[in-house]
Each structure stands twice: as structure tokens, then as C-alpha cells.
């Protein structure tokens, strides 16, 4: 997948803004991209980092991190796609039909998975 990022347009169509490029794949240049673009993310990003890593001799579960926030910085680094994939969610909380419910979560996850995906900016 391109470092090309994921296009939605935001409430009243209005024209996508610009989205960040993604950061190189370590968790130094994600940590600056978050704080950059995505500082409502920081917080979060730091204590899951103390938590999970912090002073560990054993780094295993540092990809799993960094899988994780990959994902979170390259969907919030884009308003439009944050709020739809957060609308996809809230609308098969709400439906009552199992069928649309299991089609909305599908999309979402498609979405995220797409996200996931998305390639440094110099990986093109």
C-alpha cells in the first residue's frame, strides 16, 4: 500500500484537508508525528509506552505497540476518516438489525485495516 492516505470528506462535504504523511516505522519518528498532528493522542501513546516497554530488557512486545499505534496515528491524522469510522461504530451499536450491524463493523474494520497498512512516506 502507497503512503496515499485514506480520503473522507468532512461534515457538509466540504473538500478533504491535506492528511500528514506517515513517519518512518520506528517509535521515535511515530511518537513526533503524533505529537505534530495528533497530540490528543500523546497521552495515551506515553502511558501505553511506559506500560508496555519503559525500562523492559525484553522488547517482543514493542511491534505489537507499534502495530497498534500505527494504526491509531494513521486514522487520526485524517479528521474525516476519524469521525466516520467512529460513526460507522456508533450506528451498529444502535441498529437493531444483526445483518446491518455485522455490514457496518465489516466496513470498519476494512477501514482500519486499511489504515494499518498505509506505508511510511518514504516507502513509495
Given at each position: 500500500?502507497?503512503?496515499?492516505?485514506?480520503?473522507?470528506?468532512?461534515?457538509?462535504g466540504?473538500?478533504?484537508?491535506?492528511?500528514?504523511?506517515?513517519?518512518?516505522?520506528?517509535?521515535?519518528?511515530?511518537?513526533?508525528?503524533?505529537?505534530?498532528?495528533?497530540?490528543h493522542?500523546?497521552?495515551?501513546?506515553?502511558?501505553?509506552?511506559?506500560?508496555?516497554?519503559?525500562?523492559?530488557?525484553?522488547?517482543?512486545?514493542?511491534?505489537?505497540?507499534?502495530?497498534?499505534?500505527?494504526?491509531?496515528?494513521?486514522?487520526?491524522?485524517?479528521?474525516?476518516?476519524?469521525?466516520?469510522?467512529?460513526?460507522?461504530?456508533?450506528?451498529?451499536?444502535?441498529?437493531?438489525?444483526?445483518?446491518?450491524?455485522?455490514?457496518?463493523?465489516?466496513?470498519?474494520?476494512r477501514?482500519?485495516?486499511?489504515?494499518?497498512?498505509?506505508?511510511?512516506?518514504?516507502?513509495?
Amino acid at each position: 500500500m502507497t503512503a496515499q492516505p485514506i480520503h473522507f470528506n468532512g461534515p457538509g462535504g466540504e473538500k478533504p484537508r491535506r492528511v500528514p504523511p506517515m513517519p518512518e516505522r520506528t517509535p521515535q519518528a511515530l511518537r513526533l508525528a503524533i505529537q505534530e498532528h495528533a497530540p490528543h493522542l500523546l497521552p495515551d501513546f506515553e502511558a501505553h509506552w511506559r506500560r508496555a516497554i519503559g525500562d523492559a530488557f525484553n522488547l517482543t512486545p514493542v511491534p505489537a505497540f507499534m502495530r497498534l499505534w500505527w494504526t491509531q496515528y494513521a486514522i487520526a491524522r485524517d479528521p474525516g476518516l476519524e469521525a466516520h469510522l467512529r460513526d460507522l461504530e456508533a450506528r451498529a451499536a444502535k441498529s437493531e438489525d444483526p445483518e446491518e450491524s455485522a455490514q457496518l463493523l465489516a466496513e470498519y474494520s476494512r477501514l482500519r485495516r486499511q489504515a494499518a497498512a498505509v506505508e511510511p512516506a518514504g516507502d513509495r
